[in-house]
T-cell receptor
Framework: SQTIHQWPATLVQPVGSPLSLECTVE??????LYWYRQAAGRGLQLLFY??????ISSEVPQNLSASRPQDRQFILSSKKLLLSDSGFYLC????????????FGDGTRLSIL | QKEVEQNSGPLSVPEGAIASLNCTYSDRVSQSFFWYRQYSGKSPELIMSIYSNGDKEDGRFTAQLNKASQYVSLLIRDSQPSDSATYLC???????????FGSGTRLSIRP
């Protein structure tokens, strides 16, 4: 069966520090991969999605970036965090075929001080 | 119009009653829809998928899709306190490999 791993579960970072969040999927090939952010009490905001290695679509202009160095690995990065980057970051995957739902990792709760 | 729209709630339903959650969508969302449940502080989990017009039942859950009215709903029968959560409606975007989520409806089941 397929599993998605996301780490760390919680992270506290100072303003201006760099960020790297990693997500990996097991048990499937060529998945679509997604990064979302959820502010407290708010809905899901799609940040990036990828349909293949090196293919990244950005949904919202901001100081974050994403990379997909391997088929089942998706990384969210920032060179300098802002206070507004605080939130609950969720990685998700779906099968490469169309019409399939997404499945989420456990998320990373990021607090910027 | 938002692409996927939900009433934010909270929706309060007595234990044992039917909870009815509703969602409307725009033309930019295709005909594949999903309902997710999200407990506070946790990630969303998929509970239902619906692809064709009509009803789809799975245990206490029934999803309904009305393409003519661009309307999706989720019914929860015999509501339990453990059903208290935020329910997210989502639809597949017509022109890209991504899913658009509504902002969610908070459901509270009162004993």
């Amino acid at each position: 069966s397929q599993t998605i791993h996301q780490w760390p579960a919680t992270l506290v970072q100072p303003v201006g520090s760099p960020l790297s969040l990693e997500c990996t999927v097991e048990g499937t090939s060529n998945p679509n991969l997604y990064w979302y952010r959820q502010a407290a009490g708010r809905g899901l905001q799609l940040l990036f999605y990828s349909v293949g290695i090196g293919q990244i679509s950005s949904e919202v202009p901001q100081n974050l970036s994403a990379s997909r160095p391997q088929d089942r690995q998706f990384i969210l990065s920032s060179k300098k965090l802002l206070l507004s980057d605080s939130g609950f970051y969720l990685c998700a995957w779906s099968p490469g075929q169309v019409n399939q739902p997404q499945h989420f990792g456990d998320g990373t709760r990021l607090s910027i001080l | 119009q938002k692409e996927v729209e939900q009433n934010s709630g909270p929706l309060s339903v007595p234990e044992g009653a039917i909870a009815s959650l509703n969602c409307t969508y725009s033309d930019r969302v295709s005909q594949s829809f999903f309902w997710y449940r999200q407990y506070s502080g946790k990630s969303p989990e998929l509970i239902m998928s619906i692809y064709s017009n009509g009803d789809k039942e799975d245990g206490r859950f029934t999803a309904q899709l009305n393409k003519a009215s661009q309307y999706v709903s989720l019914l929860i029968r015999d509501s339990q306190p453990s059903d208290s959560a935020t329910y997210l409606c989502a639809g597949l975007y017509s022109s890209a490999s991504k899913i658009i989520f509504g902002s969610g409806t908070r459901l509270s089941i009162r004993p």
